[in-house]
Every structure is written in structure tokens, then in C-alpha cells.
């Protein structure tokens, strides 16, 4: 069983540098809703994101960040809703249980990231926030450290 906190890449630099910056510094960033943790972990130029919408169908994917300022707003949003709402569990345990990051693909100074939610998190009401989506991040080797140039995000996990 796998360890949840613990990085699958104790001795490969690069993709153990890219899974800290996608899982446990974004984790804990969203947790405390304070951007300023992971605002450095971005190439601002030439950054887009795409929202896949929880479409297989890429006909109905989002041109919805087309810029880091967009999506800086959407996080802060989102993260700011998450930290309004009461949890019958640890939200950063629920989290981290819920992430897969194990799929790196790295060619010379750039890298194609699979992140999948696959669970969800116990709210205080009983009801249950099912997270079970993916991302793919384009990262690359930016000013000697990997920092995320762009996703397609919000795409259904499973695909299909």
C-alpha cells in the first residue's frame, strides 16, 4: 500500500522536485488558500490552461485560464470556497489519499505530468465531496528549477 505523503521519487531529482511542487506544496498552497506558496512554481509567459469540464468530449474543453492571472483568480476562489466548509475528516489527509502523481514523462527540459483525484472527502454533514478528475501539467526547466507552463485539467478520471 502506498504511502500517501511519501514521494515515489526519493532518488530522481527532477521528477521528485516536480512532485513536490504538484502535490504537497499545492496541497498545503490550497489548503491555506495563500497563492503566494506556489506562485513561483509557474511560468507566467505563454501560460494557459485548459478546463476540460469532466468531458471525454474535447469539443466541450475551456479556453477558460488564458493567462496565470485567470487562473491565480479561479484558485483563490476555489480555495477560499474549500476553506468555508466544515469536514467530518483531516481535509490534508483526505486530499493526499484521494492524489496519484506517479506518471512523469520528462523529454530534455520539459515534462508531461498525469495528477489524478480518484475519492473524496467526508463533509461535517455527513455528505460526501467526491474528488475523481485529472490534470495533465506541461512543465518546464525554468531559471534551474521545473516550474507547471500550462494543463488541461478537470478531465474525467477515468477517461471514457
Given at each position: 500500500?502506498?504511502?500517501?505523503?511519501?514521494?515515489?521519487?526519493?532518488?530522481?531529482?527532477?521528477?521528485?522536485?516536480?512532485w513536490e511542487m504538484l502535490v504537497s506544496?499545492?496541497?498545503?498552497?490550497?489548503?491555506?488558500?495563500?497563492?503566494?506558496?506556489?506562485?513561483?512554481?509557474?511560468?507566467?509567459?505563454?501560460?494557459?490552461?485548459?478546463?476540460?469540464?469532466k468531458e471525454v468530449n474535447p469539443d466541450k474543453w475551456r479556453l477558460a485560464f488564458p493567462?496565470?492571472?485567470?487562473?491565480?483568480?479561479?484558485?483563490?476562489?476555489?480555495?477560499?470556497?474549500?476553506?468555508?466548509?466544515?469536514f467530518a475528516e483531516d481535509p490534508r489527509t483526505a486530499i493526499f489519499t484521494?492524489?496519484?502523481?506517479?506518471?512523469?514523462?520528462?523529454?530534455?527540459?520539459?515534462?508531461?505530468v498525469r495528477k489524478k483525484f480518484d475519492g473524496g472527502i467526508?463533509?461535517?454533514?455527513?455528505?460526501?465531496?467526491?474528488l475523481q478528475w485529472q490534470t495533465l501539467y506541461y512543465c518546464r526547466l525554468h531559471q534551474g528549477r521545473w516550474k507547471i507552463s500550462g494543463f488541461t485539467g478537470y478531465l474525467p478520471n477515468p477517461m471514457g
Open positions: 500500500m502506498r504511502d500517501p505523503f511519501q514521494n515515489p521519487f526519493p532518488s530522481d531529482r527532477a521528477r521528485h522536485a516536480i506544496r499545492d496541497i498545503d498552497a490550497f489548503l491555506a488558500a495563500d497563492w503566494s506558496m506556489v506562485e513561483d512554481d509557474f511560468v507566467e509567459e505563454g501560460f494557459i490552461g485548459i478546463d476540460g469540464r493567462s496565470l492571472a485567470a487562473y491565480r483568480e479561479e484558485w483563490l476562489t476555489q480555495a477560499r470556497e474549500f476553506a468555508g466548509q466544515s484521494t492524489t496519484t502523481l506517479e506518471d512523469i514523462e520528462i523529454e530534455g527540459e520539459t515534462a508531461l467526508t463533509k461535517a454533514d455527513g455528505t460526501r465531496d467526491v
